[in-house]
């Protein structure tokens, strides 16, 4: 069976569970369950802390496991990002009070307190510079006030926090993480790893992508498919009413509002949008 491994806690657990769960495999109930086994599927799944499952998946404890970016690289485990899942995003911001410095360059033999030191170091020697990282377990916003480090390198959302402990964010971004499905390095791929991906990507394009429908006269269907030409080209069907065609056409779901009001001025009528539960593209 393919072992995977899944965040068991926060917001990280949640979105993958979900994931999981539109792509057809089976979940847990209760966070009170470490694991669970799927055998119509051919999976075994393991809810560990999300700072341990690269480690698990590096060493080839487990096959597959899904993480953030930022905690894969954190821990420098022997493992390596096959699809990103686009949820759990998230900055990797340099921080301080206003004045203390401009750019990483300014960082030269300061104290940088963080909850990830191994991206930190990394970046730090990628800069050519030297500094003492201070590692704290969980939020550091105040590292500074408490005299432990002149600066700090956090995980930036609003900036809210940071602005009520006094500090403001400074530099280029250090690192932009997402939630990302990984397996060891260099290995042969396991059994079952290709339908997990094929499902992921299918759940990803129907979060993505909208199936729109609409009626056209056959003379305007060329106009209508520089709007929405689709992944690879329109379903075109004809019609009772002569001269008509109807087309079916994926479109980004974003874009959906945008593409009715497009191909109702090139002569589009009756336009559906349905949502995409799942696909294989």
């Known amino acids: 069976m ?9 917001s990280l657990s949640e979105a993958a569970i979900s994931i999981l769960s539109e792509a057809g ?11 669970l086994t799927d055998p119509d599927n051919g999976v075994e799944f393991y809810y560990l802390r999300p700072r341990d499952i690269a480690v698990y998946v590096g060493e080839g404890t487990l096959d597959v496991g899904i993480s953030g970016r930022d905690l894969v690289l954190d821990s420098h485990a022997d493992a390596e990002t096959i699809l990103e899942l686009g949820f759990g995003g998230s900055t990797f911001r340099f921080a301080g009070r206003p004045g203390v410095a401009q750019s990483v360059k300014d960082l030269q033999g300061k104290r940088i307190a ?14 050519g510079v030297e500094a003492s990282v201070v590692k704290l377990d969980g939020a550091v916003e105040s590292a500074v006030q408490l005299g432990v480090a002149d600066v700090i390198a956090d995980v930036v959302e609003t900036g809210t926090t940071l602005r009520q402990a006094g500090l403001e964010v400074f530099g280029d971004v250090i690192l932009k993480s997402q939630a990302v499905l990984i397996t060891r390095h260099g290995v042969d791929k396991p059994a ?8 992921l990507e299918g759940v990803l394009v129907a979060r993505n992508y909208v199936m729109m429908d609409y009626d056209i006269r056959a003379e305007a269907v060329e106009a209508a498919n520089a709007v ?27 874009d959906a509002q945008r593409i ?3 191909l109702w001025e090139v002569g589009a009528r009756a336009i559906l949008t ?4 799942a696909c294989r593209i």
Do not use: C
Not at 25 to 35: A, H, M, N, P, V
Not at 228 to 253: C, I, K, N, Q, Y
């Open 192 to 199: 079952g790893l290709d339908q997990l991906v094929r499902r």
């Open 228 to 254: 929405a030409p689709g992944l690879e080209s329109p379903t075109v069907s004809p019609l009772h009413r002569e001269g008509w065609v109807a087309v079916r056409v994926m479109v980004v779901r974003a």
């Open 25 to 35: 495999y089976r979940q847990r109930r209760t966070t009170k369950d470490l694991s």
């Open 274 to 277: 349905t949502d995409i539960h």
């Open 114 to 127: 963080t909850s990830f030191a191994g991206v930190l170091t990394d970046h730090l020697a990628e800069n």
């Open 260 to 262: 009715m009001d497009q």
């Open 2 to 10: 393919l072992r995977v491994a899944v965040p068991n806690k926060g």
